[in-house]
């Protein structure tokens, strides 16, 4: 994607709220994750990312893409990059999320919104808007009266 002053500012609100499933998916171990890449058994990545998805964002909102690359190389620390579709109301995000030993990173390729304003703050903030409600919250239990 072509970056302009709001695409580091959306990135970051993206990063936040996927941050959960980045850490759910780095439970996995990277051979496994460079094997399924690399025999393109994008139905099995399509299970573990919605497996991941589902414990914190309502179904859909999170999808594996059309793919994804590896780095591995002799002495040197896998990384993992999966393509992803995040579409929580009125939004589509096409990103690629990188997963590595200590860390998790998201960069942006495609946004498109469905009904985009003039103003990309406005867009900004719809977005960071439509996936908080795409997030489950876990309220907090109420006492009971006694």
Request: hydrophobic residues 25%; without cysteine.
């Given at each position: 994607m072509k970056k302009c002053p709001y695409s580091a500012q959306r990135e970051k609100i993206l990063a936040e709220a996927i941050s959960p499933v980045a850490t759910e998916l780095r439970l996995l171990d990277a051979s496994d994750l460079i094997s399924l890449l690399r025999f393109e058994y994008y139905g099995n990545l399509a299970d573990l990312v919605a497996s991941a998805a589902e414990l914190f964002f309502?179904?859909?909102?999170?999808?594996?893409?059309?793919?994804?690359?590896?780095?591995?190389?002799?002495?040197?620390?896998?990384?993992?990059v999966l393509d992803l579709e995040i579409k929580p109301r009125g939004v589509t995000v096409y990103a690629q999320l990188t997963l590595a030993e200590d860390h998790a990173g998201i960069e942006i390729n495609h946004i498109s919104f469905q009904n985009a304003s003039s103003d990309p703050d406005a867009n900004t903030a719809f977005l960071q808007r439509s996936l908080h409600e795409a997030r489950y919250i876990v309220a907090k239990p109420q006492a009971l009266a006694g």
């Open positions: 309502h179904p859909g909102t999170v999808n594996f893409g059309l793919g994804g690359n590896y780095t591995l190389e002799w002495g040197g620390k896998p990384e993992v």
